[in-house]
């Protein structure tokens, strides 16, 4: 069975209805748009159509993303920083996202994750806070 060819306007509605069921980035959508074989000179209409009709926002997606990983998998600033850079997402937006964590529950986190290792030495556990992205100074200031 032969595929259809797509209209432009199906491409749209394909991108919009991926759009609709979770926050995404520009990113998200070329990457997918790749995965779907859509034809390459698409993607700019498409991704200005999005941003137009506010089914991409990229301050609105740095929130949700940052939310999330503080959230349920407990990421220091520093790996969601780097994740969001991955994702080639505007300065402002990253700064402004990384300013709205809720000091409370990621200070909990820190402490959640310190005491989950107490049985490591004390490298080990600093190497592991390290890499979920906590900085020195938040590690050592969470262990006095």
């Not at 997918?32 to 859509?38: I, M, R, T, V």
């Amino acid at each position: 069975m032969e595929k259809r060819e797509l209209s432009k306007a199906e491409w749209l509605d394909k991108a919009e209805a991926y759009c609709a069921r979770s926050e995404h980035c520009a990113a998200d959508v070329r990457r997918k748009l790749y995965e779907w074989d859509a034809p390459a000179d698409l993607s700019d209409f498409i991704e200005q159509n999005l941003y137009a009709n506010d089914f991409l926002n990229d301050a609105r997606f740095c929130h949700a993303y940052v939310h999330d990983k503080v959230e349920y998998q407990s990421w220091g600033r520093m790996k969601i920083q780097a994740g969001l850079h991955a994702l080639e997402l505007p300065e402002k937006a990253i700064r402004e996202a990384l300013d709205s964590i809720d000091e409370t529950v990621y200070t909990r986190n820190l402490h959640s994750l310190i005491a989950s290792r107490k049985n490591d030495s004390e490298d080990k556990r600093l190497r592991f806070l390290l890499q979920r992205g906590f900085t020195y100074e938040e590690i050592k200031k969470c262990t006095k």
